[in-house]
């Protein structure tokens, strides 16, 4: 389905089952962590991820956006989503049609449309070549972007910026 990127296989990030469906599926190598994407700030309550005054100040400046943070989740009841990291990546998208849908799904992972190492799917047919019948459902809508989300991290009261990609960012934002 179309998220507020690009084209996304997206399942309940609650789901330790569906999560690693969705890595099968995709081919992804097991210890790289998915982007979730959720309704509210709230929604990180469960997944008992604590921020700190700067870690809040940098959230509110970047969500809702196409800026997905990783913050530190050292729980072991979230490793099937953390993958030993013991950081989970989140977005807090803009589009106020996907918030509606994750208040009513709960926080879905959103890996890109593609299999490990290919291209992500520009639209529902390239997603379908990709994965066939492997999906159980293909949703279409408005066009996403042709950029994945910027991902940053915040560690020890720091911005690292992992990844540019639809927002442009500074090392301080």
């Known amino acids: 389905m179309p998220t507020d990127t690009i084209y996304g296989l997206v399942g309940s990030a609650l789901s330790r089952n569906t999560v690693e469906r969705i890595y099968g599926v ?13 309704a509210s700030m709230g929604d990180l309550n469960l997944f008992k991820i ?3 005054n700067f870690s809040k ?4 400046r970047v969500w809702p956006g196409k800026i997905s943070v990783i913050l530190p989740c050292p729980h072991k009841k979230f490793a099937y989503l953390h993958r030993g990291t013991k950081g989970l990546a989140f977005r807090l998208p803009d589009k106020t049609w ?12 959103a890996p890109s449309a593609n299999p490990e190492g290919l291209a992500p ?7 379908k070549k990709y994965f066939g019948k492997k999906i159980d459902f293909y949703a279409g809508g408005k066009k996403p972007d042709k950029l994945s989300s910027t991902l940053i991290q915040i560690k020890n009261k720091k911005i690292i910026i992992l990844r ?4 442009k960012i500074k090392k301080t934002i």
């Open 164 to 167: 540019q990609g639809k927002v």
């Open 121 to 127: 799917a520009k639209n529902i047919k390239e997603a």
């Open 57 to 60: 100040k940098t959230l509110n």
């Open 26 to 38: 995709r081919k992804r190598k097991p210890e790289k962590p998915f982007v979730i994407l959720i």
């Open 50 to 52: 604590k921020t700190d």
């Open 98 to 109: 996907l918030r509606k849908l994750l208040k009513k799904t709960g926080p879905l992972v």
